[in-house]
Nanobody, 122 residues
């Protein structure tokens, strides 16, 4: 079993930056592909970004490309999401996700965190 705990959410203004963290436990972190999804009020959960086990390959949704950066520290069992130039449409609950291979779709995720709320005011 894998436990994922997100932190770093909060209320910011448009144009601000925020960094989310996801602490993983219960399994060798470096054996897991990781990613972030988000769910805005009244909308379905959607893919944001993913990273492979080594951290050498990353994938982004078009809506966040160039603004968000995913990274991981396998020594610290931690996943990060650096979010810059935030927009009101980025407002959502952000979920950390893990799986044995690329977590780019909901069906590829084996483990979920409980989420952290990011609110971007205009």
């Amino acid at each position: 079993q894998v436990q994922l705990v997100e932190s770093g959410g909060g209320l910011v203004q448009a144009g601000d930056s925020l960094r989310l963290s996801c602490a993983a436990s219960g399994r060798t972190f470096s054996s897991l592909a990781m990613g972030w999804f988000r769910q805005a009020p009244g909308k379905e959960r959607e893919f944001v970004t993913a990273i492979n086990r080594s951290g050498q390959s990353t994938y982004y949704a078009d809506s966040v490309k160039g603004r968000f950066t995913i990274s991981r520290d396998n020594a610290k069992n931690t996943l990060y999401l650096q979010m810059n130039s935030l927009k009101p449409e980025d407002t959502a609950v952000y979920y950390c996700a893990a799986g044995p291979s690329a977590v780019s779709r909901l069906s590829t995720v084996n483990y979920w965190g409980k989420g952290t709320l990011v609110t971007v005011s205009s």
